[in-house]
């Protein structure tokens, strides 16, 4: 399975604004940096809790299989459409008519194909996320963002390698954390 992000969350002025208020920031000559800084302490929350944080349109790639298949991401808001790729890398389009799709509980997305035609793998796409915005994001997955942010700004230039998320921030994040039997 091979997720690709196709258009990424919005991340709000508000998630900016807040993280230079936390690092007391009122200049606007760092907000690139900043940026990136927010962006990449969500990928860790989603590394960390199994959920992504804000709602992005995705692609999934699955092998053909009869059986049913789950998408790694979570929680799956709707799944969009599936495309058949055969050896040759060439897309096409499946009838939806040719797959099957689920929803479960724990926010999985489920997909089995049963008409695959010709093709090799399966291009699933998706929208998941746990919230539409960053004003809407629950407030401890929020905060630990971040603090993360803020703590990775600080740590810029000393060079250590720190565990991340720090303790602080895992406290935030733990109670969202989902345990999966393998």
């Not at 000559?29 to 944080?53: I, K, N, V």
């Not at 799956?76 to 929803?103: C, K, M, N, Q, W």
């Not at 971040?146 to 230039?157: D, G, I, S």
Request: glycine share 10%; hydrophobic share 45%.
């Amino acid at each position: 399975m091979k997720r690709a992000i196709v258009a990424p969350a919005t991340l709000a002025p508000g998630a900016l604004a807040e993280l230079k208020d936390w690092l007391g920031i009122t200049t606007s000559s760092e907000d690139a940096s900043l940026t990136a800084l927010l962006r990449g302490a969500l990928e860790t929350c989603e590394a960390f809790t199994g959920t992504m944080p804000l709602s992005a349109e995705c692609e999934e790639l699955l092998c053909v299989s009869a059986g049913w298949q789950a998408i790694a991401a979570r929680p799956v808001i709707a799944i969009t459409g599936a495309s058949g790729i055969d050896h040759a890398g060439t897309r096409t389009t499946l009838d939806p008519s040719a797959y099957a799709i689920e929803f479960r509980a724990d926010g999985t997305g489920w997909v089995r194909v049963s008409s695959p035609g010709l093709a090799e793998r399966i291009a699933v796409g998706f929208t998941a996320g746990l919230a539409a915005n960053w004003d809407s994001l629950p407030d401890g997955l929020r905060h630990g963002i971040v603090r993360l942010a803020a703590h990775n700004y600080r740590q810029r230039e000393t060079g250590e390698a720190q565990a991340l998320p720090p303790a602080a921030v895992a406290a935030l994040w733990r109670p969202w954390r989902g345990l999966r039997l393998l």
